[in-house]
């Protein structure tokens, strides 16, 4: 499978603790973005990266979130101080950079926070 | 980025056509449509994407008109499999606004 890939699944943790989720794009793409689902809403895009530089962040990427995507390959989303509130899901997709060609997601990360 | 609106949701039944459409009134030069579908925890599928006038592919075709000011997806001779949420884009690739979509459920 040369899809988006996402790990882990799912993840429970205790409000407080740091969670990191890991993304692996589709090979030859060079664009990732991350998002966030709640439940009966579409997904909110959070920020983005050609190649290792974070180019955009959404004002919804609080202080408390961070992500990485060090040699341009893969890509962490840690967040720190988990609140309820950071319960969802969390989207990874991946696009090339040339033409307008579309975004490949994954299955998503669910967080519950407790 | 563009806002979209779309109806909540829209009931079909197996073998007919469904046209769902998509306004975004604000839309920008270089924005280009596009439709994902997506099921209960997983991620959205790519449907289909277009500019302008009209663009058809295995499973669906999108119009688009010359204000493109809106859009309609057309699914046609939907299965029960086609019970999804539908979301229309406009934007640049992944760096786009998703609405809350339309839930399609189809019957038997």
């Known amino acids: 499978d040369t899809g988006v890939s996402q790990d882990p699944r799912h993840k429970i943790t205790k409000r407080g603790q740091n969670v990191t989720f890991r993304c692996d794009p589709i090979?030859?793409?060079?664009?990732l973005y991350w998002y966030r689902q709640t439940l009966g809403q579409g997904p909110e895009f959070l920020t983005y990266?050609?190649?290792?530089?974070?180019?955009?962040k959404s004002r919804l990427l609080s202080d408390r979130f961070s992500a990485e995507r060090p040699k341009g390959s893969f890509s962490t989303l840690e967040i720190q101080r988990t609140e309820q509130g950071d319960s969802a899901m969390y989207l990874c997709?991946?696009?090339?950079?040339?033409?307008?060609?579309?975004?490949?997601f994954g299955q998503g990360t669910r967080l519950t926070v407790v | 980025l563009a806002k979209t609106t779309q109806p909540i949701s829209m009931d079909s039944y197996e073998g007919q056509e469904v046209n769902i459409t998509c306004s975004h009134n604000?839309?920008?030069?270089?924005?280009?449509i596009t439709w994902y579908q997506q099921f209960p925890s997983q991620g959205p599928r790519f449907i289909i994407q277009?500019?302008?006038t009209k663009v058809t592919n295995e499973v669906a075709s999108l119009f688009i008109p010359a204000d493109r000011k809106s859009s309609t997806l057309s699914l046609p001779r939907v299965s029960l499999s086609d019970t999804a949420v539908y979301y229309c884009?406009?934007?640049?690739?992944?760096?786009?606004?998703f609405g809350d979509g339309t839930t399609l459920t189809v019957k038997p």
């Open positions: 997709a991946s696009s090339s950079m040339t033409g307008n060609t579309e975004a490949f």
């Open positions: 090979s030859e793409h060079n664009r």
């Open positions: 990266f050609q190649n290792e530089a974070q180019l955009e």
């Open positions: 604000n839309i920008a030069t270089n924005d280009y």
């Open positions: 277009g500019y302008k």
């Open positions: 884009l406009v934007g640049d690739r992944g760096k786009s606004t």
